[in-house]
Antibody, heavy 119, light 107 residues
């Protein structure tokens, strides 16, 4: 079964860009769809966005102007960039695989990586 | 955005109990609903998609039902490893949204 591992800086300064990578093992990233979700400390889950097998993206409007999700097939990984971060972006960030076609559902999740926004 | 409301927000149950969690959508979502289990400090685990289809490897003590705006997750016989927080999520329309979670605690 495919496994996912998030990586990136654990501390980001306010107004800077948060950059995370999700490395895929046990399968090819090509031909599948992928998503990012986050969870602020002590709170519920928030969907950030996804990238489909065709390369098309959908983002949460609450973050849309600041988010970019992309795929690097040569490295078998996909990435999240969130710019102009603030304290409210402090969260555990998860990547996940998507099943389905057109209507996508989350399948396998990574373990998550904690990002703190602080000066 | 479609609002997802779970009830109850928390419940206390004993090992062996049958537990049911309800999730209501603010508008119809057909059967585009998923359920997840999250234990403290761990990533969520996918349990069910399409309202009633079990994810691969998930124990059949978990079952889901519903269509439209009302859905349920049932655990047939609660075991110690099932004490966790459960979330529903709709994927009918963007943005995908989650319920606030239901915490299942030991009585």
């Amino acid at each position: 079964q495919v496994q996912l591992q998030e990586s990136g800086p654990g501390l980001v300064k306010p107004s800077e860009t948060l950059s995370l990578t999700c490395s895929v093992s046990g399968g090819s990233i090509s031909g599948y769809s992928w998503t990012w979700i986050r969870q602020p400390p002590g709170k519920g889950l928030e969907w950030i966005g996804h990238i489909s097998y065709s390369g098309s993206t959908n983002y949460n409007p609450s973050l849309k102007s600041r988010v970019t999700i992309s795929i690097d097939t040569s490295k078998n990984q996909f990435s999240l960039k969130l710019n102009s971060v603030a304290a409210a972006d402090t969260a555990v960030y998860y990547c996940a695989t998507l099943g389905g076609y057109y209507y996508y559902y989350m399948e396998v999740w990574g373990k998550g990586t904690t990002v703190t926004v602080s000066s | 955005d479609i609002q997802m409301t779970q009830s109850p927000s928390s419940l206390s149950a004993s090992v062996g109990d049958r537990v049911t969690i309800t999730c209501r959508a603010s508008q119809g979502i057909n059967n585009y609903l998923a359920w997840f289990q999250q234990k403290p400090g761990k990533a969520p685990k996918s349990l069910i998609y399409a309202a009633s289809s079990l994810q691969s490897g998930v124990a059949p003590k978990f079952s889901g039902s519903g269509f439209g705006t009302e859905f349920t997750l049932t655990i047939s016989s609660l075991q110690p490893e099932d004490f966790a927080t459960y979330y529903c999520q709709q994927y009918k329309s963007y943005p995908w949204t989650f319920g606030q979670g239901t915490k299942v605690e030991i009585k």
